[in-house]
């Protein structure tokens, strides 16, 4: 219990893919402009995680070594597809507003990453944990950038209004610059509350 705790605290927190790792950076700055968006991305990469470490977990002793990368990317395509049917079938403004990032969710080098050290590596038990660990902390990092962005670009979260027609929100955190001072804000927000938390003890 003590490891699978210790599994999943580290991709949530400790080893966090966004405000850690820094990895796939790609959709976290360019979907992040709406709660809803980065919600609904960072689920989908927790779908696509999730899926294909148990897959891998249980399949991995069975792929040559030589097909190894291949094979993951197939198994991890085969749940990116899936995402994307399923979020045109139940929510066509998303699957809009996500467009191509859906699909690109498949060279995520988080997810191959995972597959590759983790999945390949360890049981199934400890590979769910592990994905579920890296794919909500994945979740929790767009949804606070979004948030952010959200709130000072548009005075909106989750497109309800918390200010006036008349109010003037920061323009520039709705635009691309916006994403890399939000991350920047946003990652030395947690290190010096790590470190203060650091210093307690």
């Known amino acids: 219990m003590n490891e699978a705790l210790n599994i999943f605290t580290r991709g949530f927190v400790r080893e966090n893919p966004v405000t850690k790792m820094l990895l796939g950076l790609c959709p976290v700055l360019a979907v992040t402009t709406t709660a809803i968006n980065g919600l609904g991305m960072g689920l989908a990469t927790t779908f696509v995680l999730l899926g294909s470490n148990v897959v891998i977990a249980l399949a991995s002793k069975a792929i040559p070594s030589t097909v190894r990368i291949p094979s993951f990317i197939l198994v991890i395509a085969t749940f990116v597809t899936i995402v994307d049917l399923l979020i045109q079938a139940f929510s066509p403004e998303l699957n809009q507003s996500l467009g191509i990032f859906i699909p690109l969710i498949v060279v995520n080098c988080m997810i191959l990453g995972r597959a590759e050290a983790f999945a390949s590596r360890n049981g199934l038990w400890y590979s769910i944990i592990d994905a579920i660990g890296m794919g909500l902390g994945f979740t929790f990092a767009l949804l606070l950038l979004s948030i952010f962005r959200e709130v000072l670009g548009a005075g909106t979260i989750f497109n309800i209004p918390l200010v006036g027609e008349d109010a ?30 650091g210093d307690k003890k």
């Open 168 to 197: 003037s929100t920061i323009l520039v955190f709705a635009l691309p610059p916006g994403a890399f001072a939000g991350l920047g804000l946003i990652i030395a927000g947690l290190n010096s509350l790590e470190k203060k938390m």
